[in-house]
C-alpha cells in the first residue's frame, strides 16, 4: 500500500519535469512579474502617469491664488519694466515677446505658489540702441547678493533676494528650476533659438505686499 502513492507520486513528478523542460525548450513559460518586460513598463508608466495626475491636482488647488507676474523692478541697477506672459513655447511668439519687455517663460512658475519664476530679458552693450527692448536686462549681471528684486502681479508685489549672479556658459542647455519653495531666475538672452552667453540671476522669496 505504502509503495503504489510513492510510485504514483515519482511518476508525477517525472511527467512534470518532462513537462517544464518542453515549456522551457519552446519558450512557453510564463514570466514572472519581476521578469516580465511588459509588466515592468507598465509599472513605469503607471508611476509616471500618478506623478503627472499629482502634479495636476496640485497645480488646480493653488490655481486660484496664483498670479501672472506683470511687472519686475530692481532699484539696485535701475530696473523697471514690463513683464508678459506668452501661453506657448513657441521661439517665434517668445522672441516677439521679448520686444514688449521682459518674458516669463510659459512653462515656469507663476506668482504666490511654489516653484521658479523664469524672467527673460535681452541686453545690449552697444553704444547706440534704437530700439530700447533689446536693453530690457542691461546691469542684472550688476545685482548683489542680498539686494532686493520685485516683481509685481496687479495686485501684490512679490519681494525676493538675490543669492547668485553668474555667467552662463555658450553651451549651457538647461538652468535648474526647483519645484520646491519659491525662487525667482532672471536670464538675459539673444534669442530663443540660439545659444549664447548670458547672465543668469537667482534669487529667493522673502515677502509679498499688498499694492492697493
Known sequence: MTQRPFSFAMTFLALFALSFAFMAMTDS???S???????QKSSGLLSEAKNASA???FAQQDSASAQA?????AKNIGLDVTVVNPATTSV???DEALTQGAVRYPSSALLNVDGTVLLFGHSSYLPIVYKLYYKTFNGIQNLKVGQTVSV?????????????????NANEDTIEL???????VLVTCDSFATKST??????????????N
Not at 198 to 211: E, I, K, M, Q
Open 29 to 31: 513559460l510564463p514570466n
Open 33 to 39: 512579474p519581476s521578469q516580465n518586460p511588459a509588466g
Open 55 to 57: 502634479g495636476q491636482t
Open 69 to 73: 507676474p506683470v511687472r519686475v523692478v
Open 92 to 94: 517665434d511668439i517668445l
Open 152 to 168: 509685481y502681479s496687479g495686485t501684490t508685489e512679490y519681494r525676493y533676494s538675490v543669492t547668485g549672479v553668474r555667467t552662463a
Open 178 to 184: 526647483p519645484a520646491t519653495g519659491k525662487h525667482l
Open 198 to 211: 548670458r547672465y543668469v540671476v537667482n534669487a529667493d522669496f522673502v515677502g509679498a505686499y499688498s499694492v
